[in-house]
């Protein structure tokens, strides 16, 4: 009997480790998006005028709005997956990490639906349609504002399924 429960036990932590490694690699791809924002697109932006910043961001939320949910959601349902196996494998050390990853990846959340995407679909009405709105630069502005938080969110993420991996 202890043998089972000991191989139940290893078969849980690998599965751990693997659906933490797949947790890093889906939020990796919104960590590098927003780090890319807040490196070199917020510099880019600051030299175009306002309807071409508008148009510009507004065509990439366009895609991004569209494409980026499905790596979002795996990052954050991976991850809530990995603080799960953690508890029941009774790895306590990994389960915090997790827990950690998954309070960044929730506090990142409530960011991007609260601030974000407001501004991501007005962005994207204008570039549709050619209309820049008078408050162009302010939405730019705004949607820039949050991008320290964003990325260090993601960073706290990333590195708590890293520990989780280690800690498995």
């Keep these: 009997?202890?043998?089972f429960i000991e191989r139940e036990t290893e078969m849980l932590v690998v599965t751990g480790q693997i659906i933490a490694a797949v947790a890093v690699l889906a939020n990796a791809v919104v960590y590098g998006t927003d780090v890319c924002?807040?490196?070199i697109m917020r510099s880019v932006y600051?030299?175009?005028?306002d309807a071409t910043v508008t148009?510009?961001?507004g065509w990439g939320h366009y895609?991004?709005?569209r494409r980026m949910p499905v790596v979002g959601a795996g990052g954050v349902v991976t991850a809530v997956l990995t603080l799960l196996i953690a508890l029941?494998?009774?790895?306590?050390?990994?389960?915090?990490?997790?827990?950690?990853?998954v309070a960044a990846l929730l506090t990142w959340l409530a960011f991007y639906v609260r601030i974000a995407k407001p501004i991501n679909t007005q962005q994207t009405a204008a570039a549709q349609s050619g209309i820049i709105p008078a408050n162009a630069r302010?939405?730019?502005d705004k949607w820039d504002s949050i991008l320290k938080?964003?990325?260090?969110?993601?960073?706290?993420?990333?590195?708590?399924?890293?520990?989780a991996l280690i800690l498995f």
Excluded: N
């Design 55 to 57: 148009v510009s961001a």
């Design 46 to 49: 600051r030299k175009l005028d």
């Design 37 to 39: 924002g807040a490196v």
């Design 63 to 65: 895609y991004g709005d």
């Design 138 to 140: 302010a939405l730019q």
């Design 88 to 101: 029941l494998a009774g790895q306590i050390g990994a389960a915090v990490a997790a827990g950690i990853t």
């Design 1 to 3: 009997m202890l043998e």
């Design 149 to 163: 938080y964003r990325v260090a969110l993601q960073f706290i993420a990333i590195a708590g399924l890293c520990a």
